[in-house]
């Protein structure tokens, strides 16, 4: 006996109890199935008014059926129905992943019907991803409604907070399946190709978009810092300023970071997609290409055309702005931001340079060439192992405050700064020396080493106290 799977869109009775119900089969045809007679034979009538209150409660719950027939006459006679699950009703549809940031909402509503039925009222959403706007569309009259209502809560969510999203798309129609919050392929890294961007604000713009709130940061690159000695070290390169245009919603806390830098002249570090390098299609944990255009009939009437130009608005005031304030430069969409001190740090100096090479392979004359060893082979001063005198040199930038330099080292050593030398004074367990100086600015920091081997560790440690 044939069976087949869908969702109800009408009932119909008719003279001598004739039921007929209409059924939108999961293969994307129409049918129509019969229930006989419902006065007919009193001993089935019972079974007849089951099959059309299961037929009714599942178009009620816009929940698919199964249903068995047999052909009578040219009509289909329904012999079991049965409700059942969505997952069960067909395949999963190939989608593609797009992650962003929404830029623009619209409900859009067609009080039409249609040979089969009536049309389905949708909501366009236009995503920034890497740079590009993007439109997809959102069926508001899917089966599950309450599922379609949540997606489109989610979405307006996002647009306001300034929260990225990813969306499972059907690359055919561009039609929006799954709504995830954040960066779903994985926390914030979710869009593939990320860069960290070191740098200071130099303006805040508004994108002329009442839509999306989105603004233009201007951002004058600095150069990247290392980690190390407990601070940071900016490597003495050749370094070339450049001029770089992020994107953030208003009311994102990223944006409230770069207003503070912008305000308090601080140093920003902004987690941001590249959208010079796209993601390569089927690279797992990146974002896939946008999908392509639909080819299928669009919507006609009023609401196609104010889909189509909500899109066109959206993507030609992103484009103006982006344009008038960056000078024709692609925008980078931030994933999240980092607001630092004015010299990167407010409680470590920031190390220009540092030299420990006499620490590290011992004085450059070789003091002790030539002294025999018991195979007669000459061994210099790090074979043999011997004191010697040895210096750490660093050349640091201060931020106002007085600062504290913690060693814990073996060897007697005293500490210079700037030419004038400092007080060690000795911590209460005994082995850690401590001196203190007040600085602001560029110092010189020389750590003199009187009795230093190799085999030792240099332990230094430098952090703000007030």
């Known amino acids: 006996m044939p069976a087949i799977r869908g969702f109800v869109e009408s009932l119909e009775i008719g ?31 019972n079974e007849r008014l089951s099959k059309l209150g299961i037929l009714r409660d599942a178009m009620d719950a816009c929940e698919p059926v199964e249903i068995e027939f047999v052909s009578e006459h040219g009509a289909n ?138 603004m233009l940061i201007e951002l004058v690159t600095a150069p990247p810092f290392d980690a190390g000695m407990g601070g940071n070290i900016v490597k003495l390169l050749p370094f070339t300023p450049t001029d770089i245009t992020l994107a953030v919603v208003r009311g994102a806390p990223e944006y409230a970071l770069f207003e503070a830098a912008l305000r308090d002249k601080l140093r920003v570090r902004a987690l941001t997609v590249d959208p010079r390098k796209p993601d390569e299609p089927g690279d797992p944990g990146k974002t896939p290409p946008p999908a392509e255009p639909s080819k299928a009939p669009r919507a006609s009437g009023v609401a196609a055309e104010g889909e189509a130009a909500m899109a ?57 060439e030539g002294l025999p060893s018991n195979d007669l082979t000459p061994r210099g001063l790090r074979d043999l192992g011997l004191p010697y005198k040895a210096e750490w040199v660093g050349w640091g930038c201060f931020n106002h405050g007085v600062y504290r330099f913690q060693f814990t080292l073996k060897t007697p050593f005293e500490i210079i700064i700037d030419d004038v030398p400092r007080c060690v004074h000795i911590g209460e367990d005994g082995k850690s020396r401590f001196a203190h100086a007040c600085l602001d600015g560029e110092h010189e920091v020389r750590i003199v080493l009187h009795e230093w081997t190799c085999k030792q560790d240099f332990v230094i440690d430098v952090y703000r106290i007030r």
């Not at 209409?22 to 199935?33: A, H, V």
């Not at 009222?121 to 920034?128: C, E, M, N, R, Y």
């Not at 647009?159 to 999203?165: H, K, N, R």
């Open 77 to 214: 006679q329904i012999e079991r129905v049965r409700r059942i699950t969505r997952d069960s009703l067909s395949p999963p549809l190939e989608a593609v992943r797009v992650t962003g940031m929404v830029m623009g909402v619209a409900v859009l509503a067609q009080n039409r019907t249609g040979p089969t039925g009536e049309a389905a009222d949708t909501a366009s959403v236009v995503i920034l991803n890497g740079g590009s706007p993007q439109s997809y569309r959102l069926d508001m009259q899917i089966p599950e409604r309450k599922v379609a209502e949540a997606q489109l809560d989610m979405l307006r969510a996002a647009q306001v907070s300034g929260e990225s999203v990813t969306l499972d798309v059907v690359a055919k129609d561009r039609r929006i399946i799954a709504v995830y919050s954040g960066d779903f392929a994985g926390g914030t890294a979710g869009g593939g190709n990320l860069a960290e961007i070191d740098g200071f604000v130099e303006s805040i713009a508004h994108s002329q978009l009442a839509e999306s709130n989105l």
């Open 15 to 45: 003279r001598a109890g004739l039921v007929v119900a209409f059924i939108l089969q999961d293969d994307g045809s129409r049918g129509s199935y019969q229930i006989a007679d419902l006065d007919a034979d009193p001993e089935r009538f």
């Open 312 to 368: 066109t608005k959206i993507r030609k005031a992103a484009s103006a702005r982006a344009r008038l304030m960056s000078g024709d430069k692609e925008i980078h969409l931030v994933r999240g931001a980092q607001m630092l001190h004015a010299l990167a740090s407010a409680s470590r100096p920031v190390w220009i340079q540092v030299q420990r090479r006499s620490l590290d392979v011992g004085p450059d004359e070789a003091c002790t």
